[in-house]
């Protein structure tokens, strides 16, 4: 089952705030968040596993609710190069990916 | 730095031929992965491979599609008939772990089918 993602899209300038989440209705044991820039490969941001800790990268950072089967990404005065589309993936055998939120940040 | 290649980065076929399209996982690397993404759509999970056999596969890997590593370096998607629908770009991902390791992606190959 696909995780949803929302909002489905996000239109921010430099400096501002944004929490993307991610809700899935299948028990979670870990959540990925991965970045695609447009005509690129996603790549890899963070990963949360249960019970662990809230990791960050940058300015980025994400929560793990278990309990809830919810991820939230947040980041924090925006740059111009977190534009791109923002996906959440969760799975055990295989990484399934979320609905995907583009994000654009304007000057 | 290391980093999964693959080959080539665009290619059009007729409706009904075979392709093949490689990658070259990272080499210590030990599960495997293909993706499709449908322009502008999302990243969808094809097949899964591990210790040489497919771990898991999603409803769109149906017969025509076919994975395989048969040399120890590369890893190869097959698509035997092609249809319109399977124009998308395709990616491969390599990780060290399973579920709880970081996905190193390809650059993709966009398949065109005309």
């Known amino acids: 089952q696909q995780p949803v993602q929302s909002p489905q899209a996000v239109i921010l300038r430099e400096g501002e705030d944004a929490v993307i989440n991610c809700s899935s209705s299948k028990a979670l044991y870990s959540v990925h968040w991965y970045r695609q820039k447009h005509g690129e490969a996603p790549v890899f941001l963070m990963i949360l596993l249960k019970g662990g800790e809230q990791k960050g990268h940058e300015k980025i950072s994400a929560s793990f609710n278990e309990k809830k089967q919810q991820s939230s990404l947040y980041l924090t005065a925006s740059q111009l190069s977190y534009s791109g589309t923002y996906f959440c993936g969760t799975g055990l055998d295989k990484l399934i990916f979320g609905t995907g939120t583009r994000l654009q940040v304007f000057p | 730095e290391p980093e999964v290649t693959q080959t080539p980065s665009h290619q059009v076929t007729q409706m009904g031929q075979e392709v093949i399209l490689r990658c070259v996982p990272i080499?210590?690397?030990?599960?495997f992965y293909w993706y499709r993404q449908i322009l502008g759509q999302k990243v969808e999970f094809l097949v899964s491979?591990?210790?040489?056999?497919?771990?898991?596969k999603s409803e769109i890997f149906d017969d025509q599609f076919s994975v395989e590593r048969p040399d120890g370096s590369n890893f190869t998607l097959k698509i035997r008939s092609t249809k319109l629908e399977d124009s998308a770009m395709y990616f491969c991902a390599s990780s060290v772990t399973a579920n709880t390791g970081e996905l190193f992606f390809g650059e993709g190959s966009r398949l065109t089918v005309l």
């Open positions: 080499s210590n690397h030990l599960y």
């Open positions: 491979f591990y210790n040489n056999e497919i771990s898991e």
